[in-house]
């Protein structure tokens, strides 16, 4: 295909616009065709080289910057912006198609960020070309939307992407690309439930650690290549730093030749716990958990926190083992490693038990968007349609004991959490959602639960 050298390009985009302002309805469909065609064709730098895919740290080259963007909004409208419009400014690229779901679930979130962040922060939609989706069928999607959810899209999309594409490889979606204030690089993850602080800390020029996800070495999430080599050992097993550009791996085991190979590749030490732990866990959500006060990590915050780092773990046997047999190896290495085990118990427990009054009728929701939020910040936050038991594995942290939900889990609510919740006192955070409707009322009460305990 045919390249146009970068200095070329605004200048034939002035006269485009020109020509459609001046013209009839031809002009204006020639073009807007026009317009598309150069976005598509791939730009030539400076040097006359190729768009070459950013590695960590780069700077984003001085002719992408001078490139326009054609920007597609839901009605069916454009905008055409200059890319160094955005120069100085966080940038967060966001890939999508209209065929993921889950990347449009978190529009919701990605224009609440772009509104409370806009000064300092650029969200762009990115929608490329090898998806196939056009005007017609993102109306047609979004008019679904509408519908089922009474939601609508705000921010605009780059439609038939090639450029940045290119510059940040990806093969999944969602797929997200950080730039910092300098026009660097930070990196390209699968989406991240840290959203919010990432987006601070980079605005504050502060350093953040992405983990590569980019180009995905394991998309069908099988077993991969040990770490350890297991020449000559009858056992062996780690726990390491998760892998850049590996997804999650299935919770199986594999043979080969009699010997026994197991990975719980870039899992949350929670998952690993659910497995290794799977009885005592089953059935049981984060609001549900107590936790020894006796545990080195301490309260239930610095619990949630721990529970939720990342690890690659691995574990090799000379041997045809079964699957009760591979888990207990497991639950072993955890108890081993972490010092921690997971027991069911059923005793008189200190418990909140939910009453929900009149009031909550102001905020419950019959339809919407699902606000996808993983922990509560210190900031303003509105929850969109959110479920209670979802609502509660996020509070779950800043309260001191569990909390019994006597089957109100089927309501959903939208609610304004003020600025520094998280940080008030307990009674204050009771006294706040008994306003709302929500009432945690304590109790002592014989219950089953799961109890997080040092391994002894």
Same mark, same amino acid.
């Given at each position: 295909?045919?390249?146009?050298?970068?200095?070329?390009?605004?200048?034939?985009?002035?006269?485009?616009?020109?020509?459609?302002?001046?013209?009839?309805?031809?002009?204006?469909?020639?073009?807007?065709?026009?317009?598309?065609?150069?976005?598509?064709?791939?730009?030539?730098?400076?040097?006359?080289?190729?768009?070459?895919?950013?590695?960590?740290?780069?700077?984003?080259?001085?002719?992408?910057?001078?490139?326009?963007?054609?920007?597609?909004?839901?009605?069916?409208?454009?905008?055409?912006?200059?890319?160094?419009?955005?120069?100085?400014?966080?940038?967060?690229?966001?890939?999508?198609?209209?065929?993921?779901?889950?990347?449009?679930?978190?529009?919701?979130?990605?224009?609440?960020?772009?509104?409370?962040?806009?000064?300092?922060?650029?969200?762009?939609?990115?929608?490329?070309?090898?998806?196939?989706?056009?005007?017609?069928?993102?109306?047609?999607?979004?008019?679904?939307?509408?519908?089922?959810?009474?939601?609508?899209?705000?921010?605009?999309?780059?439609?038939?992407?090639?450029?940045?594409?290119?510059?940040?490889?990806?093969?999944?979606?969602?797929?997200?690309?950080?730039?910092?204030?300098?026009?660097?690089?930070?990196?390209?993850?699968?989406?991240?439930?840290?959203?919010?602080?990432?987006?601070?800390?980079?605005?504050?020029?502060?350093?953040?650690?992405?983990?590569?996800?980019?180009?995905?070495? &394991?998309?069908?999430?099988?077993?991969?290549?040990?770490?350890?080599?297991?020449?000559?050992?009858?056992?062996?097993?780690?726990?390491?730093?998760?892998?850049?550009?590996?997804?999650?791996?299935?919770?199986?085991?594999?043979?080969?030749?009699?010997?026994?190979?197991?990975?719980?590749? &870039?899992?949350?030490?929670?998952?690993?716990?659910?497995?290794? =732990?799977?009885?005592?866990?089953?059935?049981?959500?984060?609001?549900?958990?107590?936790?020894?006060?006796?545990?080195?990590?301490?309260?239930?915050?610095?619990?949630?926190?721990?529970?939720?780092?990342?690890?690659?773990?691995?574990?090799?046997?000379?041997?045809?083992?079964?699957?009760?047999?591979?888990?207990?190896?497991?639950?072993?290495?955890?108890?081993?490693?972490?010092?921690?085990?997971?027991?069911?118990?059923?005793?008189?427990?200190?418990?909140?038990?939910?009453?929900?009054?009149?009031?909550?009728?102001?905020?419950?929701?019959?339809?919407?968007?699902?606000?996808?939020?993983?922990?509560?910040?210190?900031?303003?936050?509105?929850?969109?349609?959110?479920?209670?038991?979802?609502?509660?594995?996020?509070?779950?942290?800043?309260?001191?004991?569990?909390?019994?939900?006597?089957?109100?889990?089927?309501?959903?609510?939208?609610?304004?959490?003020?600025?520094?919740?998280?940080? =008030?006192?307990?009674?204050?955070?009771?006294?706040?959602?008994?306003?709302?409707?929500?009432?945690?009322?304590?109790?002592?009460?014989?219950?089953?639960?799961?109890?997080?305990?040092?391994?002894?």
């Amino acid at each position: 295909m045919m390249k146009i050298h970068i200095k070329y390009i605004s200048k034939l985009w002035s006269y485009l616009q020109k020509l459609m302002r001046s013209g009839g309805e031809g002009f204006l469909l020639v073009g807007k065709m026009m317009m598309v065609i150069l976005l598509v064709m791939g730009v030539k730098e400076g040097k006359g080289q190729e768009i070459k895919p950013l590695k960590k740290g780069e700077y984003i080259p001085e002719a992408i910057w001078e490139m326009p963007l054609l920007l597609q909004n839901l009605n069916g409208g454009t905008k055409t912006i200059k890319f160094n419009e955005l120069k100085g400014k966080v940038i967060l690229f966001d890939f999508w198609a209209t065929s993921c779901k889950s990347c449009i679930e978190g529009f919701p979130k990605m224009q609440e960020l772009n509104r409370k962040y806009g000064k300092d922060l650029a969200v762009i939609l990115v929608n490329s070309k090898r998806n196939k989706d056009s005007p017609r069928r993102l109306k047609a999607v979004f008019d679904n939307y509408k519908k089922a959810y009474n939601y609508e899209l705000e921010l605009p999309s780059l439609l038939d992407d090639t450029v940045f594409t290119s510059l940040f490889p990806h093969n999944g979606i969602p797929t997200h690309a950080w730039v910092d204030r300098e026009g660097r690089l930070v990196g390209v993850d699968k989406g991240n439930d840290d959203l919010e602080k990432r987006i601070r800390r980079l605005i504050a020029s502060e350093q953040v650690d992405i983990l590569d996800m980019g180009v995905i070495i &394991n998309a069908d999430r099988n077993y991969n290549p040990a770490l350890v080599d297991t020449v000559g050992k009858l056992s062996t097993s780690i726990f390491a730093k998760p892998l850049p550009n590996f997804l999650p791996t299935q919770q199986y085991a594999y043979y080969n030749n009699g010997h026994t190979h197991f990975q719980l590749g &870039n899992h949350p030490l929670i998952s690993i716990l659910q497995y290794a =732990f799977s009885k005592e866990l089953m059935g049981f959500s984060f609001y549900q958990y107590v936790f020894d006060k006796d545990l080195k990590q301490g309260d239930k915050f610095k619990m949630s926190q721990v529970l939720k780092k990342i690890y690659w773990y691995e574990m090799y046997r000379a041997d045809s083992l079964g699957s009760e047999q591979v888990r207990e190896l497991v639950r072993a290495d955890v108890m081993r490693y972490f010092q921690l085990e997971v027991i069911r118990k059923q005793a008189l427990q200190d418990a909140y038990e939910l009453t929900i009054s009149p009031a909550f009728s102001k905020m419950e929701s019959k339809e919407g968007m699902l606000s996808k939020v993983e922990e509560l910040d210190e900031d303003e936050m509105q929850l969109n349609h959110i479920a209670i038991p979802h609502f509660f594995n996020l509070l779950s942290p800043y309260l001191d004991r569990p909390v019994i939900l006597k089957g109100e889990n089927s309501k959903t609510f939208n609610l304004m959490l003020p600025k520094g919740f998280i940080n =008030f006192s307990l009674p204050h955070k009771l006294s706040f959602l008994a306003c709302k409707g929500l009432h945690l009322e304590p109790v002592k009460k014989i219950m089953e639960y799961p109890y997080f305990k040092k391994s002894s």
